[in-house]
């Protein structure tokens, strides 16, 4: 879903994913690492979606909570899988959040 | 795909979607955009992926870049567009990209 963020400034780390065929474990990790990240300091939200490319964005309060959540032991591990198994590229990007319009009916 | 895009910083408009079952020209016009914004002074690349929800990354070479594409006649019609028939709820989150991290096998 869309994630509902507070008033800007902010941060979003924008992950953008081209997979390998290599699906073990995939599924598990990604679950748990969305529950994990939810649980940290300074989680604001989150919006995934998967087609031939993957983009998710996490949202953050600062660039503080994206280290700390960066350096969490299982993120690491889970990290480490994904560069040996579940990715053949990705792009990482840590971007601050100046301004923001939202519309809905 | 994942674009290519230089040394930070540079500026990431993220622009998450809900749509509603209108279809009616949604294509088209999407296409449309898209082959518009990459002729804008400062585009540097965009991502789109949809499934539930769609989040389509865009990013420029600065603030007035962008700006300058908000204000573009054809994408402002295509706006109100959008938010007449082809969006139920929509956030648009203009981003400074500060770092970022890449990695291919």
């Given at each position: 879903m869309i994630a509902n963020t507070p008033e800007p400034p902010y941060y979003a780390v924008i992950f953008t994913t081209l997979r390998t065929d290599n699906e073990e474990g995939y599924d598990e990790t990604a679950t748990k690492m969305e529950t994990l990240a939810k649980q940290q300091e300074g989680y604001l939200g989150i919006e995934s979606v998967r087609d031939?490319?993957?983009?998710?964005?996490?949202?953050w309060k600062n660039v503080e909570s994206i280290i700390k959540w960066k350096n969490n032991v299982e993120h690491t591990i889970a990290r480490e899988k994904g560069r040996a198994l579940w990715y053949k590229?990705?792009?990482?990007?840590?971007?601050?959040?100046?301004r923001d319009y939202g519309f809905f009916r």
């Open positions: 031939e490319i993957g983009i998710t964005v996490s949202y590229k990705y792009q990482l990007r840590i971007c601050k959040v100046e």
